[in-house]
């Protein structure tokens, strides 16, 4: 780390901030990784579609300031929803030939200067399914005097499995720094596996790929994951609190998870299933399930955590 050299500075402004460095984790292989202070979480709008009543996934888009994108949990069609800031409905958007058994999250990132919103149907309650999938459609620019509705098909489906059998899967996010795939199982209990699985080159849909165990970590319930668009966080959302992995430069994500995690305050949700960074890397956004799917009653809400300003 480089020597900082001080000429004129109070002795009250040095203890300050020796306290401050002192209240977060050790940065000094990272200097640049210190983790961001986030504020209290906030409301900042109810969703306006009614036919969004069990919002279980959340993605943040890439092509269109100020938009989200969300899709329903089991029960739905393939549909993905838009919406802005202030809850207003901006498209759906109908997967063709795409099947919805359970949704459960999405993700969206940019590689290759390709917008992606990725989506996956993970859910496995039963533990009995065969095989999963991904769909991969690249993100539309939204018009600006009219909502969107469209059908298109999927760019990739990504068919796979895992190399040890069926999970119960709600939460999945891509690194884009390479494109790599993200899985974190869901588990009735103290501990719950991640797995990887690089982006397929294949573009057969019958093609089963093996998405491969890298770690464990020590959270129970699992129910949505981002990572930042630089690939340097990753947060795991229960339906409580979330949890914080940073990942150092050269590093692999299987060397961070082995890392405690810095546990994140989240607001209370009906139902918590999704969560996204924002644009910037750093505010985080969730939705909630309705109260009894009633929509008319209770429409999802819309939350933020933003970063403390000081």
């Known amino acids: 780390m480089p020597r900082t050299r001080i000429t004129i500075l109070p002795a009250l402004l040095l203890t300050a901030s020796l306290l401050l460095a002192a209240d977060t984790r050790d940065t000094s292989r990272d200097p ?9 979480g906030r409301e900042l709008a109810r969703l306006q579609n ?11 888009s890439r092509v269109n300031a100020h938009v989200f994108w969300t899709h329903n949990d089991s029960g739905d069609g393939p549909r993905l929803f838009a919406f ?3 809850g207003r409905s901006l498209a759906v958007l109908t997967l063709t030939g795409a099947a919805a058994h359970d949704w459960e999250d999405m993700c969206s990132f940019t590689a290759a200067g390709r917008h992606v ?19 991969a459609v690249t993100e539309p620019r939204l018009p600006a005097d ?8 999927p760019d990739q489906t990504i068919t796979f499995n895992y190399d040890d059998g069926p999970h119960n899967c709600e939460a999945l996010a891509v690194d884009p720094t390479d494109r790599t795939i993200y899985l974190v199982i869901k588990v009735i209990g103290p501990k719950c596996n991640v797995y990887a699985m690089p982006w397929p080159a294949d573009d057969n849909p019958k093609t089963v790929h093996i998405a491969k165990q890298i770690g464990t970590l020590d959270i129970a319930t699992t129910t949505a994951m981002d990572i930042s668009p ?13 949890w914080e992995y940073t990942r150092a430069p050269n590093e692999t994500w299987s060397q961070a998870f082995t890392r405690a995690p810095r546990r994140l305050k989240m607001p209370r949700r009906v139902q918590g299933e999704s969560l996204c960074f924002g644009p910037d890397g750093r505010t985080l956004y969730l939705t909630s399930e309705c109260k ?19």
Do not use: F, M, Q, W
């Open 32 to 40: 640049a990784a210190a983790p961001p202070a986030y504020a209290p």
């Open 50 to 60: 009614p036919a969004i009543c069990e919002s279980s996934g959340l993605a943040a």
């Open 84 to 86: 802005d800031g202030a």
């Open 117 to 135: 919103l990725l989506v996956g149907d993970i859910g496995d309650n039963n533990g009995l399914r065969k095989n999963y999938a991904l769909y």
């Open 146 to 153: 009219r909502p969107l509705e469209a059908a298109v098909p």
């Open 230 to 242: 630089d690939g340097r966080r990753a947060v795991v959302l229960t339906y409580g609190d979330a």
């Open 292 to 310: 009894n799917r009633d929509t008319a009653k209770d429409p999802s809400p819309l939350l933020e955590v933003p970063v403390e300003r000081k």
